[in-house]
């Protein structure tokens, strides 16, 4: 559980200034169920871009994509 809260409580602080000029949130969705995110914090502490999470259901990690 530690790492699910310290998810929420970084996510929550994240919320409380989001601004999409700057930030993302990308969701994976499949049949109407989320199956992963990415977040991209925009607005670091140096000023760069800070990817917050990659997060993948165990359902859909290593599918990836044949494009041959």
């Known amino acids: 559980m530690l ?4 998810v929420t409580r970084e996510f929550a602080e994240l919320a ?6 700057y930030d993302g ?3 994976v969705v ?3 169920a989320v199956h992963g995110s990415i977040v991209i ?4 502490a140096n000023g760069a871009a800070h990817l917050r999470w ?3 259901s165990d ?5 990836g ?4």
Request: net charge positive; no cysteine; hydrophobic share 30%.
């Open 59 to 63: 359902t859909i990690r290593g599918r």
């Open 54 to 56: 990659f997060i993948l």
């Open 16 to 21: 409380t200034r989001f601004d999409p000029r």
């Open 30 to 32: 499949d049949r109407g």
């Open 3 to 6: 790492f699910e809260s310290k």
């Open 25 to 27: 949130m990308w969701l």
């Open 41 to 44: 914090d925009g607005r670091a």
């Open 65 to 68: 994509q044949d494009t041959n």
